[in-house]
């Protein structure tokens, strides 16, 4: 399965954006997804994961409460709905999907996008 990220771009803090990773090649639907996000100098980090059926939802400490991840299966495709972003947010955001019998959402991704800048300005 190949998945690609989009909808990234440069916005004020207090802004909002909103991500998408739609896979081709083969469905996702029974896979579990996530989105990661690495920032300059930084190591890749979890940021949001979503079960194969949108059943559980777990977020990162530092993302909980504005962002939400959501997908829709009979498009192939997941987002991630970004608000109240902070400077602190800007990275490189990356989609990716697990096999759904590894039941953290946090670990175990194999298939990776590429990813989209997000760039929140001050």
């Known amino acids: 399965v190949q998945l690609q990220a989009s909808g990234g771009g440069l916005v004020q803090a207090g802004g909002s954006l909103r991500l998408s990773c739609r896979a081709s090649?083969?469905?996702?639907?029974?896979?579990?997804m996530g989105w990661f996000r690495q920032a300059p100098g930084k190591e890749r980090e979890f940021v949001a994961g979503?079960?194969?059926?949108?059943?559980?939802?777990y977020y990162a400490d530092s993302v909980k409460g504005r962002f939400t991840i959501s997908r829709d299966n009979a498009k192939n495709t997941m987002y991630l709905q970004m608000n109240s972003l902070k400077p602190e947010d800007t990275a490189v955001y990356y989609c990716?999907?697990?096999?759904?019998?590894?039941?953290?959402?946090?670990?175990?991704?194999?298939?990776w996008g590429q990813g989209t800048l997000v760039t929140v300005s001050s």
């Open positions: 990716a999907s697990k096999r759904r019998d590894i039941v953290q959402l946090t670990m175990g991704y194999d298939s």
């Open positions: 090649g083969r469905t996702v639907s029974s896979r579990d």
């Open positions: 979503i079960s194969w059926n949108a059943a559980n939802t």
